[in-house]
């Protein structure tokens, strides 16, 4: 079982619910070492004083905020005694349409559970009024150090998740960032405009997480075992070539062709 990475309660209204975090996801990636190279010495990180390059205890390290050549210096214990919400609870101020919440401000997962089984029947009650309504609780809660807007979600599963947001003024504006979006927002009209809506139409699934696989990660283990047996690994085929405007409507047609074909096609056992 998952360790809680925070300890607290969830209130809504007068109702409070103690509840622990645990990580809802984790990671498959394979790791590596860094070594140098024609040897098996691992290289390390160390914590190095760059004025002097000796290295420095951890305990001797404090926070500086640069104000012009100098440092406002900071202790960890000075950033506890001003963090909001110590009293570790996540309440819940107002409820959201989920739908409402661009997904760019998604952050991390995490699973929320009740601290002991006597606190289930208010555990399923804050889930099954959340789902019924199909609403996010909007709350912040204080973690490592940090404050973060939260949305707690529930699913058909009678779990409850908290996500945690990006602020507002973290998300950056697509328009100042993206110079060469296009100017016209005016919606496409013609053949092609048709065919990419019929195309979108002709891939269209219900949402299976696990028909999907990490095919990169299959890679590097592949690369490995090869590396390892002295045989040779395939390289990837190139990215197909830019679709330009005067063959759009006929790449249109026949993609919407071949996704016919491919739903057509019995499944492969």
Do not use: C
């Not at 009024?129 to 979600?153: D, F, N, S």
């Amino acid at each position: 079982m998952a360790s809680a990475v925070w300890n607290g309660v969830v209130t809504f209204g007068l109702v409070t619910l103690p509840i622990r975090l645990v990580t809802a996801t984790e990671s498959h990636a394979t790791r590596f070492r860094q070594i140098q190279r024609g040897t098996a010495d691992r290289v390390r990180n160390k914590r190095v004083n760059e004025r002097t390059g000796e290295e420095v205890d951890a305990a001797e390290i404090v926070k500086g905020f640069e104000v012009g050549d100098a440092y406002i210096i900071v202790e960890p214990t000075e950033l506890d005694d001003i963090a909001p919400g110590r009293s570790r609870a996540l309440e819940i101020t107002s409820f959201v349409d989920v739908a409402a919440i661009d997904l760019v401000y998604f952050d991390r997962t995490y699973y929320l559970a009740p601290q002991a089984s006597e606190y289930n029947g208010v555990y399923a009650l804050l889930h099954h009024a959340m789902w019924k309504a199909r609403r996010a609780g909007i709350g912040m809660l204080v973690m490592h150090q940090r404050q973060y807007l939260v949305a707690v979600t529930a699913d058909p599963d009678g779990v409850l998740a908290a996500h945690t947001l990006r602020w507002a003024d973290e998300v950056r504006d697509p328009r100042k960032e993206l110079p060469e979006l296009p100017e016209d927002k005016a919606a496409p009209v013609g053949r092609a405009a048709d065919m990419a809506v019929r195309l979108v139409e002709a891939l269209s699934a219900d949402w299976n997480p696990a028909e999907h696989r990490d095919e990169y990660q299959e890679q590097v283990r592949e690369l490995l075992t090869a590396k390892m047996t002295g045989e040779p690994v395939p390289k990837a085929a190139p990215a197909p070539p830019a679709t330009g405007t005067q063959d759009l409507l006929s790449i249109l047609e026949a993609s919407v062709e071949k996704a016919k074909e491919t739903r057509s096609e019995p499944p492969s056992t």
